[in-house]
């Protein structure tokens, strides 16, 4: 099993920007040489994807504005994962349409952010299919704090979020409150809190100190999960549906708002 990346850095994120590169070179290639016209087109495309980004987050935050309320400063951490994408390419539709009436080639330039748009739909298709078929919960025994065997096993048969954490990571520390006030919110959800690379004494002193009791603290002192699951960092949150499949893989800290959708996801 692998939560698909690429290196440090989550896929569908690469795929973004991959996409965005289509959209550029299709431009470029597309315009004529003469006057300028393909610097133009290539300029056209790269502020409709960048402003075409900014729309996508503006629309999510709107619509899921009930969520960031509680935590506001969450709204600029742009790597939570919350964009509306259809908000987005209609944002640099527009703009592109607009840009275009005048000056900049508008045939290269709607061909190049189609060319991209169309990469990044199937890109990010064959990827949800590929994790919702191929990635199931590790089959693997871990420690509750008493030192007692706990295999992960024992939370299928309704949706599961895996968070992978340890206390001296920073995002894992600001990030606990959120998964643990959800843990009291969504009972019909299993929620493991699995730490990475500490004993026992290390973990209740952490929780001890941040004044946290999140249910089901499991241990993993050799950070098997990591190994298993392919995660290149903390936190890393794993969303598993009921028949212990990988819906969604989060790397980096988790806002109330995002951990709120993806939740709803799984349900």
Not at 3 to 26: E, R, T
Not at 200 to 213: F, G, I, T, W
Request: proline share 6%; with cysteine; aromatic share 8%.
């Amino acid at each position: 099993m692998s939560v698909i990346s690429a290196g440090p850095f989550p896929l569908m994120a690469v795929l973004g920007l991959v996409a965005a590169l289509i959209a550029w070179l299709f431009a470029r290639g597309m315009a004529s040489a003469a006057d300028g016209a393909r610097r133009r087109a290539g300029a056209v495309v790269l502020d409709a994807f960048l402003l075409g980004v900014l729309g996508a987050r503006v629309a999510h935050v709107l619509w899921h504005a009930a969520d960031y309320l509680p935590q506001p400063l969450s709204i600029i951490r742009l790597g939570d994962g919350g964009y509306s994408v259809w908000a987005g390419v209609a944002v640099a539709s527009a703009y592109a349409l607009w840009r275009t009436r005048r000056q900049a080639p508008r045939r290269p330039v709607l061909l190049g952010l189609a060319a991209g748009a169309a990469f990044w739909l199937v890109g990010s298709m064959a990827l949800f299919a590929v994790q919702r078929s191929t990635i199931v919960l590790p089959d693997i025994v871990l420690s509750d704090m008493q030192g007692s065997a706990v295999p992960l096993s024992a939370h299928a048969g309704k949706p599961l979020v895996v968070n992978l954490w340890a206390s001296w990571c920073g995002p894992c520390r600001r990030e606990m409150p959120t998964l643990a006030r959800a843990q009291a919110e969504h009972p019909q959800v299993a929620f493991v809190f699995a730490n990475q690379g500490e004993d026992a004494s290390e973990v209740a002193d952490y929780l001890r100190a941040e004044m946290l009791a999140p249910g089901n603290i499991l241990l993993d002192p050799e950070s098997e999960l990591m190994r298993l699951t392919g995660a290149r960092a903390l936190p890393t949150t794993l969303f598993f549906d009921a028949d212990g499949r990988l819906r969604r893989a989060h790397m980096g800290e988790l806002s109330r708002a995002t951990l709120e959708m993806r939740l709803r996801e799984l349900q």
